[in-house]
Antibody, heavy 124, light 108 residues
Framework: EVQLVESGGGLVQPGGSLRLSCAASGFTFSSWTMNWVRQAPGKGLEWVALISSSYNTIYYADSVKGRFTISRDNAKNSLFLQMNSLTAEDTAVYYC?????????????????WGKGTTVTVSS | SSELTQDPAVSVALGQTVRITCQGDSLRSYYATWYQQKPGQAPVLVISGKNNRPSGIPDRFSVSSSGNTASLTITGAQAEDEADYYCNSRDNSGHQVLFGGGTKLTVL
C-alpha cells in the first residue's frame, strides 16, 4: 500500500524549533518530488516547500524561507522539515505529499498521495 | 500575480450540475489540479491535466479551462461531493506552488 506517515508535531513555544518527519512506503520514494503543505485551523491549504527526487531542486514559500529547511534521505525513504524561529502563524496541520507531473499542451503538477498530517501548535 | 482565486462558497441541488472556478495568471501556462477535502481528512486528488482522474474518482468530475480561468464541473452532484475544493498550480516561474483559497461546496 502506498503510504505517507508524518510525525514530530507537537506544542512548541514561540521562537522554538521542531523537526517533522514523513515516512514513505509502498512506492519508490527516490523517484518522486516531495512537498510539505500546511493548513492552519479553519483555513485553506498553504504550500510550504518542495524537494526534487535527486535533492537538487528545493523551493520554499516566502512565508517560511530562511526559517524552514526541507530535506530527504532516499536511503531511508524519509522526508524532513526542520522548522526554526516558530511563530503562532506556523500553527497548522502539516502534510507531506508526493508530487508527479505531466505535460500535454501545458505542464501540470499533481499531489496524488498525502499523509494524514501532524499537528504543530506554537503557543506559550 | 502569484495567486489563484476561488469563490469561497457554492451550492448545488442534489443531482444538478455545478461549476467551481479558479482564476490566476499562471493558468495561462499550467493546467490546474483539483483536490477535494472533507472535514478532518487530508486532501484527495480529484483531477489533473486534461481530465486525468485517479482510480476511484467518478467521471462526473471534469475540468475545462479558458484563458486564466480553470473550472471543475460536477455533473449530477451527489451528497458525498459536499466538501472543500482547492485548485493548485505553479506560479509563472515554476518555483512556487500555489493553492487557491478553496471553495466550500454545499449539496442541497
Amino acid at each position: 500500500e502506498v503510504q505517507l506517515v508524518e510525525s514530530g508535531g507537537g506544542l512548541v513555544q514561540p521562537g522554538g524549533s521542531l523537526r517533522l518527519s514523513c515516512a514513505a512506503s509502498g512506492f519508490t520514494f527516490s523517484s518522486w518530488t516531495m512537498n510539505w503543505v500546511r493548513q492552519a485551523p479553519g483555513k485553506g491549504l498553504e504550500w510550504v516547500a518542495l524537494i526534487s527526487s535527486s535533492y537538487n531542486t528545493i523551493y520554499y514559500a516566502d512565508s517560511v524561507k530562511g526559517r524552514f529547511t526541507i530535506s530527504r534521505d532516499n536511503a531511508k525513504n524519509s522526508l524532513f522539515l526542520q522548522m526554526n524561529s516558530l511563530t503562532a502563524e506556523d500553527t497548522a496541520v502539516y502534510y507531506c505529499a508526493r508530487e508527479g507531473y505531466g505535460v500535454t499542451q501545458y505542464f501540470y503538477y499533481y499531489m496524488d498521495v498525502w499523509g494524514k498530517g501532524t499537528t504543530v501548535t506554537v503557543s506559550s | 500575480s502569484s495567486e489563484l482565486t476561488q469563490d469561497p462558497a457554492v451550492s448545488v441541488a442534489l443531482g444538478q450540475t455545478v461549476r467551481i472556478t479558479c482564476q490566476g495568471d499562471s493558468l495561462r501556462s499550467y493546467y490546474a489540479t483539483w483536490y477535494q477535502q472533507k472535514p478532518g481528512q487530508a486532501p484527495v486528488l480529484v483531477i489533473s491535466g486534461k481530465n486525468n482522474r485517479p482510480s476511484g474518482i467518478p467521471d462526473r468530475f471534469s475540468v475545462s479551462s479558458s484563458g486564466n480561468t480553470a473550472s471543475l464541473t460536477i455533473t449530477g452532484a451527489q451528497a458525498e461531493d459536499e466538501a472543500d475544493y482547492y485548485c493548485n498550480s505553479r506560479d509563472n516561474s515554476g518555483h512556487q506552488v500555489l493553492f487557491g483559497g478553496g471553495t466550500k461546496l454545499t449539496v442541497l
